[in-house]
């Protein structure tokens, strides 16, 4: 494209479309690319899809002929009347679902595919347009690229994402339609052929046929497969080999195969020095059908504990009292503030408090006990104690540990694991200091086994004969069955009582430590084994090879800095998702799976050889200041400045780099999925300043916001993508004052877009805050139009954004006629405390929220605790996260890793005296005055209330009502039955006495 005529993108979107299929991709568990290889926070493949074709395509000019392109694109929104569970209730929803389109899940490939393709080859003058993705990832926005038929460069600093890049981009492509002869060892297998010839193996009924054809005809011949048909076949291979040499460690007990073993970790007592099992929850099995646990049996001679199974009937004769009841027969021996011991203290009592226990940790004293093992019977799991030679055998693997890895490569892992201090990590507080500790004997050594082979896999290969290209491919798939199978794989590993599975070790971007986990029988056809973690890798292989399907120009790949990169070349677009400060630390936690990598890929190329040199994957270099761009202060000698800076600094750098390699006319989109206004504020100044402008912004909602809600989570449920094009180099500095203006003119129609489309809390603010930077960064600078030399920055202008968006929400929460109401008349904690509680009710809610919250409304949060008596602070984060760690799985939303929750407190908890009352200079907020008027009228004092009224002119106020009103329907909303009753029963006072004729109570509905 050579014009400056806007795209697509810069004028329309398919806001709701989009978002629809994003959270529905969230919910796919076959053939994503998420399933090749775990990367933190991977985009949605719809939205990719979505945003490269809306901004590769010009904008056709008129809605005519705009209205069937979008359709074409995205399909349309279709409702249906639907019930949703609700605590064993069923309750009426609407469902909402597209139809039609390229960007649900499975219609990716659907007709119009090759349509928009050819839109956009044309749009470029009949060539493929280049796209860049510096901050690439797991490849979900390269892999979309591809399918549309473009040239793609995608860069990544950590080479384990260049690695996964390779698999999900080039090796696909690379060998995308080659076949080659089966391995003879193939046809040795009966139960191989048989369903390879099926074609079962997810190949289409043709190329079953085709297969079948092929060796009946030729009787002896070897039948050809493709790339994932001989990926099948090796992983089978590296199986059998790994079954001979593992299966004695998983022994079979009375015919039923084992699924995993569950462990606590154990401490020595200090009172009684009896060993004490580290416990969070005393529940097997937790369903409502089906109700197991463990009891605790102190030994005779005092030295420990034995565990039983024991079936828990249900007690309680309400949901509250059953819940309660469980709570306590569940509990374990941890507490946050330590562990009980069970043979001599009791669950009200510390034995160990967590210091205690990491100073046993950092010694190398924590051990481990076998509490159960789980095995496969008739009617589905069951549950019982160990038996003596489980627990030799479990021992005895220690004895085989270093005759296993004394021929792999560099090795035991012994690398360290990140530092104590490290972001979201707590493994290294308790000693797990070098990574191999972090797992049991029997799972290194039954690591060790597969990777032996895995690599043995490749010398057969070559034996067999094979070209360079295709072991190296097969073997890199391997790679992936591994470690799908390593995330299964270590004592990080919960076992989920509700679905009676394994859990895996990224459940979210941390590495906390786990007291309880679980051990998975890695040989059998069970969660966590090799063959699950195969199927997975093939069905996701599977899916891949279609986006390759058109044959576009082969990608190009690159463990490298996007702080270097400026030799790429020309790009007509660049898409990209870069790191966001503090979020998540990508090579701290993906050295869980690099160090492994090291080991199985070295000596496949030098090329990888060179990539994973290091033992492991790349921080920060100060002599060269490059490196992972993350805002770590560990990094900086604990310095969080010189942290801060080196980040803010870094993406800087990175997007002057962009700048460079963009095309005049080329557009560079960025998506935003931060919280923290500290983070908009410098990833916008970055943009700004390395000569970027503001086009336009899509908020695209990828979480159901239920469920960020009712977790209290403090991930966004929605990313923002941000259009830019290049600010001409004629653009003058401006004004604040009118830029203020321009913004003030535009958001309006922007808000009531993004409301109407259903977003709300925090990623409403932010939603707002893309299209307010359009007038803000067409200047290279914008100065104040009242004080000589001063800018206005950023950060100002941004709060006055903030500060439209939050009364405009509280309108909307005041007003009943569907538009939003001035707010001006209302004071700061009271729009505060309506925005709050139309937000996140009377739950908890996550810190950052609150802080976004309180600082839009010019407040402090300390202050809404302290001096306004509005906020208390909740449960922590971790306890939070504890409850949620069985449902929060598969979550690839960016998850921040710390802090905690604050709720607001009910009008009964707020008696300060003094509230309601104006204190020195300070007027009473109405909030207060409120719950004052709720207390008198709840002590029956009719006479206080009408003088309190009187007194506070409160009957001429015309935004008393509305916020009674409001917060009428608040309570209803929170089902707050007392609450609401009450509120309203003091309206109908009031307008029984007479009063301002605005005052009248507004009926429901
Ligand atoms: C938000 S993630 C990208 C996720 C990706 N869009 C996906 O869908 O999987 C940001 C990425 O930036 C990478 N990164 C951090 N610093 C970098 C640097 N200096 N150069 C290149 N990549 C970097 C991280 O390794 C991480 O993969």
Redesign the pocket.
């Given at each position: 494209m050579n014009d400056d005529s806007p795209r697509l993108i810069e004028i329309a979107f398919p806001l709701k479309q989009v978002s629809l299929d994003s959270v529905h991709e969230k919910n796919v568990r076959h053939g994503h690319i998420s399933t090749l290889h775990i990367?933190?926070?991977?985009?949605p493949l719809a939205a990719?899809r979505a945003t490269l074709i809306a901004t590769l395509l010009p904008d056709p000019g008129t809605e005519t002929e705009r209205k069937p392109l979008l359709e074409r694109l995205a399909g349309v929104v279709k409702k249906d009347n639907a019930f949703k569970n609700a605590g064993g209730r069923k309750v009426p929803i609407i469902k909402e679902y597209t139809q039609g389109g390229i960007l649900h899940w499975g219609r990716e490939n659907g007709p119009d595919l090759e349509f928009f393709r050819q839109e956009i080859k044309k749009a470029y003058g009949g060539r493929a347009p280049r796209i860049l993705?510096?901050?690439?990832?797991?490849?979900?926005?390269p892999l979309e690229a591809m399918r549309l038929g473009c040239e793609v460069t995608a860069?990544?600093?950590?080479p384990v994402?260049w690695f996964i890049l390779k698999c999900t981009l080039e090796y696909p492509l690379c060998l995308a339609g080659q076949t080659r002869p089966l391995p003879s060892f193939a046809l040795e297998s009966p139960e191989f052929m048989e369903r390879f010839l099926k074609g079962t193996r997810n190949g289409t009924k043709a190329q079953a046929r085709r297969k079948e054809e092929a060796t009946q005809g030729q009787m002896f011949e070897v039948p050809e497969a493709d790339l994932s048909g001989h990926v099948w076949a090796w992983g089978h291979w590296v199986l059998n080999r790994a079954r001979q040499d593992l299966e004695r460690f998983y022994p079979t007990v009375d015919g039923k195969p084992t699924v995993a073993y569950l462990w606590a970790r154990t401490v020595t007592c200090k009172n009684c020095r009896a060993t004490l099992p580290l416990l969070k929850t005393l529940w097997l099995c937790h369903k409502d059908n089906k109700r197991f646990r463990l009891a605790i049996k102190k030994r005779h001679d005092k030295s420990g504990v034995d565990f039983a199974v024991v079936a828990e009937p249900v007690v309680g004769s309400n949901a509250a009292q059953r819940r309660a009841h469980d709570h306590r027969v569940g509990q374990g021996t941890m507490s946050r503030s330590g562990a009980w011991c069970p043979v001599c203290g009791g669950p009200n009592t510390v034995a160990m408090t967590l210091e205690d226990t990491r100073a046993e940790g950092m010694t190398g004293r924590l051990g481990a006990q076998m509490t159960t093992v789980v095995v496969n019977g008739l009617r589905g799991k069951e549950y019982r104690p160990p038996i003596a030679p489980e627990l030799e055998v479990a021992e005895e693997a220690a004895v085989h540990i270093e005759d296993i890895f004394k021929d792999i490569p560099f090795g035991l892992p012994t690398e360290p694991t990140p530092p104590a201090g490290t972001l979201g990590n707590s493994i290294a507080l308790y000693g797990f200091n070098q990574w191999y500790k972090l797992f049991t004997p029997r799972q290194l050594v039954a690591l060790g086994t597969f990777v032996k082979h895995t690599r043995a896999a490749r010398d057969a290969m070559r034996v067999e004969g094979y070209p360079r290209d295709w072991v190296e491919a097969v073997s890199a798939y391997l790679v992936c069955i591994f470690d799908r199978m390593l995330d299964f794989n270590s004592t990080e590993v919960s076992w989920i009582t509700s679905v009676e599975a394994i859990g895996h070790t990224f459940v979210r971007y941390a590495l906390p430590i786990t007291w309880d986990y679980s051990e998975s029988a890695v040989v059998n056809y069970v969660r966590g084994g090799w063959r699950m973690s195969m199927d997975a890798v093939l069905e996701s292989l599977d899916t891949i090879t279609t986006a390759s399907a058109a044959s576009p120009p082969q990608p190009t790949t690159g463990p490298?800095?996007?702080?270097k990169?400026a030799h790429f070349g020309q790009f007509d677009l660049i898409l990209?998702?870069?790191?966001?400060y503090d979020?998540?630390p990508?090579?701290d936690l993906?050295d869980y799976f690099y160090i492994w990598i090291r080991r199985m890929l070295n000596g496949l190329s030098t090329e990888f050889d060179e990539a994973f040199r290091e033992p492991v994957g790349p921080k920060w270099n100060h002599e060269t200041n490059?490196?992972?761009?993350?805002d770590d202060s560990s990094r900086f000698n604990g310095d969080a400045q010189r942290s801060m800076s080196a980040y803010e600094e870094?993406m800087f750098r990175?997007f002057r780099l962009c700048h460079e390699a963009l095309d005049p006319q080329g557009c560079m989109v960025v998506?935003f999925?931060n919280k923290h206004p500290r983070a908009w504020e410098s990833l916008a100044s970055s943009m700004i300043r390395a000569g970027f402008i503001v086009h336009g912004s899509w908020p695209v909602q990828t979480e159901q916001t239920a469920r960020i809600r009712a977790q209290g989570s403090a991930a966004l449920a929605s990313s923002v993508w941000i259009v830019c094009r290049k600010r001409p180099q004629t653009a003058r500095p401006g004004w604040d004052t009118q830029v203020l203006e321009e913004m003030r003119s535009r958001i309006y129609g922007r808000l009531r877009t993004f409301w109407d489309a259903g977003i709300r809390g925090p990623d409403f603010v932010w939603a707002a805050t893309g299209p307010a930077l359009e007038a803000y960064s067409k200047h290279p600078v914008v100065k104040k139009a009242d004080e000589p030399n001063a800018v206005l920055h950023v950060s100002e202008f941004l709060h006055a954004v903030r500060r439209i968006v939050v009364d405009y929400v509280v309108g909307r929460v005041l007003s009943r006629d569907g538009e939003s109401t001035e707010v001006e008349a209302l004071d700061n904690p009271t729009i505060y405390y309506l925005l709050h509680r139309h937000d996140f009710g009377l739950a908890e809610a996550p810190v950052g929220a609150c802080i976004l919250y309180a600082q839009s409304c010019s407040l402090r949060d300390r202050d809404l605790v302290d001096r306004y008596d509005l906020l208390a602070y909740g449960k922590s984060r971790a306890a939070a996260e504890e409850q949620l760690e069985e449902t929060a799985e598969n979550s690839e939303e960016?998850t921040a890793t710390s802090g905690s929750t604050m709720r607001l407190k009910r009008w009964e908890q707020r008696r300060r005296k003094d509230s309601g009352l104006p204190v020195s200079s300070r007027r009473a907020t109405l909030i207060d005055q409120i719950h004052r008027i709720m207390h008198l009228w709840k002590d029956g004092d009719v006479q206080r209330v009408d003088t309190y009224l009187e007194e506070q002119g409160l009957r001429r106020k015309p935004v008393f009502p509305r916020v009674m009103q409001a917060l009428i329907e608040l309570a209803r909303k929170d089902n707050q039955a007392d609450e609401v009753s009450l509120l309203e029963s003091i309206m109908n006072h009031i307008s029984a006495r007479g009063m301002h004729p605005q005052m009248r109570l507004i009926p429901e509905g």
């Open positions: 990367w933190p926070a991977r985009r990719c993705d510096p901050f690439a990832g797991g490849g979900a926005i860069i990544d600093i950590n994402a490298k800095s996007a702080l990169a990209t998702d870069p790191p966001y979020a998540i990508y090579s993906m490059n490196g992972e761009l993350i870094g990175a998506v999925a960016e």
